[in-house]
């Protein structure tokens, strides 16, 4: 719906990718603060200061998400980009905050965590089925006649069919999610039936150097468990997951976002509307899954992400083949789809997974973790912001033309 509204037209998305990577000056702030203050830092506080900040966001796009300027020679939605940045900048410091928050709790609610990040997809999507996308744009022939009743002119237009909502009301929802998530959070610091739950009971005052001390002090099951486990324990792997976590969110979250409607768009508005969605809600499908069939080793996660790697291959050639067709639009289009979504949760479960381990070592790691995240983020972004904007010839976009 923002692709057929907004100036960006085809190229929203990757400007969208670019936008939430600058954003990663938040986690760079946290990094720095963490750096300088060794660690001291009130990580629940900025954690509520964000939440402000989400909220307030969400609410003026509800008004504000069409607002356009014109520079650089041409109009551009600088309303929504502003409040994008905003949000990205609660998204990307949440993954140097948030997994390092549960570090307060008890080890059993990491996988409640990432169910309910998952979460944040996926109630959105469902939102966004609901509203659908009224099927793909077609030709139509419109009579003008005057009030008279006078025949003036006789054009075939292009007709884009209305979803079941308006954007204006889908962003109103996300400003509801936001909202509810504040306040969760300040009962998980102040409400005694969540403050029971904390694994050292430690409150809104908490720093990662204490939480690091008292894990030290009186170390968990699961951490005496891991002296059997070699991937708990050496260094070595530690660093080779942290490098596919790099290069999983360089291809998930940065690259792949950025090219999606080049990718599925051809097949038409359904085939687009499908793959965001689904693929957004396979994410806390295999949360669930990875709370029952856990995945700790090594083999199997760099299967997983080959499989995954493999998929992305063929995703890359539809966006490369636009305006045309791989497979024609049904065999094509279908495959797209179901593509986009294995790929999507496959990828989803390896993070997952290297969290979890991460959550098993220490605090750091999983800082580590969130921060790698980000990096690889940034990285495939940039790189797809280039190819589609400044280089030309490399994605082409197909337009529905009426004469």
Not at 248 to 268: D, E, K, M, R, W
Request: charged share 10%; with cysteine; proline share 4%.
């Amino acid at each position: 719906m923002l692709v057929e509204q907004l100036p960006e037209s085809w190229t929203l998305a990757s400007y969208l990718s670019i936008i939430v990577q600058f954003a990663n000056l938040g986690p760079l702030t946290i990094g720095l603060l963490r750096w300088i203050c060794h660690e001291k830092i009130p990580i629940a506080w900025i954690i509520v200061g964000l939440l402000l900040m989400g909220s307030a966001s969400s609410s003026l796009l509800v008004s504000f998400w069409d607002r356009t300027s014109f520079f650089g020679g041409q109009d551009h939605s600088t309303a929504l980009f502003v409040l994008v940045f905003f949000l990205s900048l609660v998204d990307c410091t949440s993954s140097v905050l948030f997994l390092p928050f549960m570090g307060v709790f008890k080890e059993i609610y990491l996988n409640s965590y990432l169910v309910g990040e998952g979460l944040s997809g996926f109630i959105p999507s469902l939102a966004a089925l609901a509203q659908g996308v009224g099927g793909n744009p077609y030709c139509d022939n419109v009579t003008y006649i005057d009030g008279n009743g006078t025949f003036i002119s006789n054009e075939t237009v292009k007709v884009v069919p209305a979803p079941r909502f308006s954007v204006d009301i889908f962003f109103g929802f996300l400003t509801c999610m936001m909202v509810i998530s504040l306040f969760a959070f300040l009962l998980l610091n102040f409400w005694p039936g969540c403050t029971e739950e904390h694994a050292e009971n430690r409150l809104m005052v908490a720093t990662h150097d204490e939480l690091e001390n008292q894990r030290s002090q009186s170390p968990s099951p699961s951490t005496k468990s891991s002296e059997n486990d070699h991937l708990n324990t050496s260094k070595r792997p530690i660093f080779l997951l942290l490098l596919i976590q790099a290069f999983v969110c360089f291809i998930s979250n940065g690259a792949f976002p950025s090219i999606q409607t080049y990718s599925c768009l051809p097949y038409g508005n359904l085939v687009y509307h499908l793959s965001v969605t689904l693929n957004a809600m396979v994410n806390p499908a295999m949360a669930f899954f990875s709370f029952f069939v856990p995945c700790t080793k090594l083999k199997s996660i760099l299967a997983l992400t080959g499989v995954g790697t493999l998929l992305s291959f063929f995703l890359l050639a539809t966006a490369l083949t636009s305006p045309g067709m791989l497979g024609g639009q049904s065999i094509g289009g279908t495959f797209t789809v179901l593509s986009w979504i294995i790929y999507g949760g496959l990828f989803s479960y390896v993070k997952i997974s290297i969290a979890g381990i991460c959550r098993q070592r220490s605090n750091s790691a999983l800082f580590w973790c969130g921060a790698v995240t980000q990096i690889g983020s940034a990285f495939g972004a940039l790189l797809m912001f280039i190819l589609v904007n400044v280089a030309s010839g490399i994605f082409t976009a197909y337009y529905v033309t009426c004469e």
